[in-house]
């Protein structure tokens, strides 16, 4: 179904003798983000965190996001799906709705998902940093790379996943896939009152802006760190590796990597999995 035919970053050994160092850095994850990361990685096992934990307040009433389908397949299965297609992810860890651990596990169990690929599930928080903070409670030791992704983004391509891991392999620290501006882009000072008109502000040079998108690839210690350190409400997780000074970059992000937000990206969500469908009948 998925297109595995490019070839994808080696799945790293298992042997004894790269177990070793990963369990050391159990013990001390915040001393190691402190030594300066310049060689290449790899072979650095990599899991990936993804928070489905959201309401969908902007969606609608219904389900919660995650667990609304798309073509008959929930959200979160397509998103599972996508990153489970890449052969460097060899874990990945379900940030449930709080009270829908169980109903998430039984949706796992219903759907066919590849058998190389690990699944854990865990209930999430109030918010979105909550959540992807609780999956890294829940991360064993041995995966010194990490990628969060959004359930809302479930058609995100094998390719795109692979190039964030290939970045982090290759000695960033944090990597955000992201896609150049269609709209330009006002700061206003926004209104007390909804729908009255706002004063703008500025208007930043669009060729310079990026729209980001997840999933977002990190090296472990250095995520862990940051969720650990910053406080501040945070709409994605690069920003706080950001806030602790570490460089972040960005590598090219993908069309299908949009987020479900609103009714409307329901209709484009299906429309790409009907195109897709037409595309491999042939
Ligand atoms: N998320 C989460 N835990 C939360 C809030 C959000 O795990 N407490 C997840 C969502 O499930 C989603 C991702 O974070 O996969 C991105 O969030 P967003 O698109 O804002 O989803 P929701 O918060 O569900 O939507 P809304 O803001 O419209 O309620
Ligand atoms: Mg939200």
């Known amino acids: 179904m998925s297109d595995d035919s490019r070839p994808s970053p080696a799945e790293p050994p298992l042997e004894a003798s790269t177990a070793a160092p990963a369990q050391a850095s159990v013990q001390a994850p915040v001393a190691a983000a402190a ?33 609304r389908a798309l073509n008959g397949t929930p959200m979160l299965i397509h998103a599972l799906r996508a990153l489970a297609a890449s052969r460097a992810v060899s874990l990945v860890v379900v940030v449930a709705p709080p009270d829908g651990a169980g109903e998430v596990k039984s949706l796992l169990d219903a759907h066919a998902l590849p058998e190389r690929t690990d699944f854990l599930v865990v209930p999430g928080g109030e918010s979105r940093q909550e959540s992807v903070k609780l999956g890294l409670d829940a991360l064993p030791a041995d995966y010194d790379i990490v990628l969060v992704h959004d359930a809302a983004r479930p ?6 996943v692979d190039a964030v891991i290939e970045a982090v392999r290759d000695g960033a620290r944090a990597v ?6 269609a709209d330009t882009v006002k700061e206003v000072e926004p ?32 995520l862990i760190h940051a969720h650990e350190t910053v406080t501040d409400n945070v709409t994605d997780d690069a920003s706080m590796v950001e806030q602790l000074g570490e460089t972040v970059v960005v590598v090219p992000g993908h069309e299908e990597a949009f987020k479900v937000t609103r009714p409307l990206d329901l209709v484009l969500a299906e429309a790409v999995l009907a195109r897709r469908r037409l595309n491999d009948g042939f």
């Open 35 to 67: 030594e300066p990361l310049v060689n290449a990685r790899p072979k650095a096992r990599t899991a990936a965190v993804i928070p489905a934990a959201g309401r969908g307040v902007r969606l609608g009433p219904g389900a919660p996001k995650a667990l």
């Open 155 to 160: 058609l995100v391509p094998v390719d795109t």
């Open 176 to 181: 955000v896939p992201a896609l150049p501006l």
């Open 191 to 222: 209104a007390t009152t909804a729908g009255e008109p706002e004063p703008v502000v500025a208007t930043p040079a669009r060729a310079r802006l990026r729209a980001v998108q997840t999933p977002q690839g990190f090296d472990r210690a250095t």
